[in-house]
């Protein structure tokens, strides 16, 4: 059941995320268990990984780019998301 609300729930970042920013691809990866001893690390919340191929964020500055996804998600950030990893990858790669 767990498994199935954490799919379910990272398939609602991607669909919020799709549905602002033109990407050619996108993969989410919840990367939590590696920082579960952490002194900051907080159960309740995610430590995510994006991978996204997409021309369009290619083409803006790498800062820009992660304050465009950031502000995409913002209120999953503020209450679901501790941490977040951004892999831009062009197109063609």
């Known amino acids: 059941m767990v498994l199935y609300i954490m799919e379910t729930y990272l398939k609602d970042i991607e669909r919020k995320i799709k549905s602002e920013i033109n990407l ?4 989410i990866i919840d990367n939590s268990h590696r920082h579960k001893n952490h002194k900051s690390f907080q159960k309740n919340k995610l430590h995510l990984i994006l991978e996204i191929k997409s021309k369009y964020l290619s083409g803006l500055k790498r800062l820009d ?3 465009l996804l950031i502000s995409t998600i913002k209120n999953d950030f503020e209450k679901k998301i501790h941490a977040l990893e951004v892999r831009l990858k062009h197109p063609s790669d």
Request: glycine share 0%; no cysteine; aromatic share 0%.
């Open 65 to 67: 780019a992660e304050r």
């Open 24 to 27: 050619e691809e996108i993969k």
